[in-house]
């Protein structure tokens, strides 16, 4: 895999094992909400807009969106292997990782 410093070690090395076109299960994290973000509607509106071109890269490698989490700013993604090193790179994107539980401190 081209390297990109958006792409978590864990998911480069599923990229490398898999096959170009297969699809891998990603998450995808967004650039903060910033200051306009201060109550929950504007909260949702903020993560819409910027969810929009991201999941249009998306749809253009042949991924699909599975779900997104307005209220950590991410995205939960299916993308072919091969597509993974661009949408790193796309604006608006700060990590794209592998799904993962979260667990409590």
Same mark, same amino acid.
């Given at each position: 895999?081209?390297?990109?410093?958006?792409?978590?070690?864990?998911?480069?090395?599923? @990229? %490398?094992?898999? =096959?170009?076109?297969?699809?891998? %299960? @990603?998450? &995808?994290?967004?650039?903060?909400?910033? %200051? !306009?973000?201060? %109550?929950?509607?504007?909260?949702? +509106? /903020?993560?819409?807009? /910027?969810? +929009?071109? @991201?999941? !249009?890269?998306?749809?253009?490698?042949?991924?699909? &969106?599975? !779900?997104?989490?307005?209220?950590?700013?991410?995205?939960?993604?299916?993308?072919?292997?091969? /597509?993974?090193?661009?949408?790193?790179?796309? =604006?608006?994107?700060?990590?794209?990782? @592998?799904?993962?539980?979260? !667990?409590? +401190?």
């Amino acid at each position: 895999m081209e390297s990109h410093a958006n792409v978590t070690p864990k998911l480069a090395a599923e @990229v %490398d094992a898999a =096959d170009s076109s297969n699809l891998l %299960d @990603v998450v &995808v994290e967004l650039e903060g909400g910033g %200051d !306009e973000a201060d %109550d929950m509607a504007a909260a949702k +509106e /903020a993560f819409a807009r /910027a969810v +929009e071109p @991201v999941a !249009e890269v998306i749809a253009g490698a042949g991924g699909q &969106v599975l !779900e997104g989490a307005w209220i950590n700013q991410t995205l939960r993604a299916r993308v072919p292997a091969r /597509a993974v090193s661009h949408l790193a790179g796309t =604006d608006g994107v700060s990590v794209v990782d @592998v799904p993962h539980r979260l !667990e409590a +401190e």
